[in-house]
């Protein structure tokens, strides 16, 4: 079982930047590729970027490609997202998942465990 809980989510305005923070309590965090994902009001759950176990390997989604960074520390159970140049249209609840399938996983059903979710709002 692994619980995950997500942090750093707020109002921002256009062009600003955001860290989310994901803390997994888990002894076998390596063994995980985590992801974020995002959905916004109305629309469905979107894949965002994912990282493999290692930390070596880093996938995004087109829409946040050279804005967006992945990160994590597997001394401490966290898996970070920077996100940079944030435009109204990132606006969303961003969500932590681990997955144990083959990097990269940019499907939701290739992720077990999802955090609650941290809310992300950018003003025009």
């Known amino acids: 079982q692994v619980q995950l809980v997500e942090s750093g989510g707020g109002l921002v305005q256009a062009g600003g930047s955001l860290r989310l923070s994901c803390l997994a309590s888990?002894?076998?965090?390596?063994?995980?590729?985590m992801g974020w994902f995002r959905q916004a009001p109305g629309k469905e759950r979107e894949f965002v970027a994912t990282?493999?176990?290692?930390?070596?390997?880093?996938y995004y989604a087109d829409s946040v490609k050279g804005r967006f960074t992945i990160s994590r520390d597997n001394a401490k159970n966290l898996v970070y997202l920077q996100m940079n140049v944030l435009q109204p249209e990132d606006t969303a609840v961003y969500y932590c998942?681990?997955?144990?399938?083959?990097?990269?996983?940019?499907?939701?059903?290739?992720?077990?465990?999802w955090g609650l979710g941290t809310q992300v709002s950018v003003s025009s």
């Open positions: 998942a681990a997955s144990l399938y083959a990097f990269p996983a940019t499907r939701s059903a290739q992720y077990a465990y």
């Open positions: 888990t002894r076998t965090f390596t063994n995980y590729a």
């Open positions: 990282i493999n176990s290692n930390g070596g390997r880093t």
